[in-house]
């Protein structure tokens, strides 16, 4: 990675560059099937015209930068990510759909040398809650956004009111999850005080916060959605005897079978979707 990678993010590139990844740009299509229902409401809080320059913070696999592309016809898109291979895939869906007003680069949004007061948008969905150093990091991207610009941003409610989380990690595990209290986590900002304060010192203003729920899909049927979540929790199965490995599998089958519906398989989930604006 040629781009300057904060050392409080390390560890996070080894993942997002490596094994985890490669998983998201293996499996991108169904990531992006499963928050599909939060998709709408992030772009439509974001307010992108026509002419918007915005950045896509923790832009994955690139659905959210190339939905704003669409959106900012006559301006610009910036989606960045960690992972070089999300990035490869974000510039090739981007050049299949024909989008000329997206680009797509691997750096650390943290520390990375965005033209200052630039974008009018800067948007994320589930992609900001990873930072080693959340402040410096909501600076930085605070000081590419000009003055009056806006911040939109998709982030986990608390675990306990993530249905899917709490279901499959407890049955892989036989274990209640319980996300660390500190660092880089996916329910890092799960705490609307915590978030208040946090974009408030970093330069931005009316921070708001809107609990959202909908449903995610993982899979057309059981088999389908068994085997993404398994990929997606094979760490959970590593340290298990092949007798319980098959005891864990068969209580995920029958639980998938609970959830089955015409449409899928289905769980419920909860978000904060946060809106902010630039000082």
């Not at 913070?57 to 959106?71: F, L, N, V």
């Not at 000009?146 to 595990?173: C, D, K, N, S, Y």
């Not at 921070?207 to 085997?227: H, K, S």
Request: proline share 5%; net charge negative; charged share 25%.
């Amino acid at each position: 990675m040629a781009a300057p990678v904060d050392p409080s993010n390390v560890e996070q590139l080894r993942a997002w560059d490596g094994n985890q990844g490669d998983l998201w740009t293996a499996r991108a299509e169904r990531f992006d099937e499963g928050v599909a229902g939060y998709q709408r409401k992030l772009l439509d809080a974001a307010e992108i015209d026509r002419a918007s320059k915005v950045l896509d913070i923790g832009c994955g696999s690139g659905q959210t930068a190339r939905d704003a592309a669409r959106r900012a016809a006559d301006g610009s898109v910036l989606g960045v990510d960690l992972s070089s291979r999300m990035i490869e895939l974000a510039r090739e869906l981007a050049a299949r759909e024909e989008l000329s007003n997206v680009a797509f680069e691997q750096v650390d949004a943290q520390v990375h040398d965005f033209p200052e007061a630039h974008f009018d948008v800067a948007v994320s969905r589930h992609g900001v809650m990873f930072f080693g150093d959340p402040l410096a990091a909501f600076r930085n991207i605070a000081r590419a956004v000009r003055p009056g610009g806006r911040l939109a941003l998709l982030t986990w409610q608390p675990v306990e009111r993530i249905e899917w989380i709490v279901a499959f990690r407890t049955l892989l595990t036989g274990e209640v999850p319980k996300p660390p209290s500190s660092g880089p986590n996916p329910w890092s900002l799960s705490d609307p005080d915590v978030v208040r304060e946090l974009l408030t010192a970093a330069g931005f203003a009316d921070v708001q916060l809107a609990g959202l729920a909908e449903p995610m899909y993982f899979g057309r049927d059981v088999d389908d959605a068994c085997d993404f979540v398994t990929d997606q929790h094979a760490s959970l199965l590593d340290d298990l005897t092949a007798d319980e490995k098959a005891r864990a599998i068969a209580d995920l089958r029958a639980n998938l079978a609970e959830h089955q519906t015409e449409r899928g398989v289905y769980y419920d989930s909860a978000a904060w979707l946060v809106e902010a604006r630039r000082s």
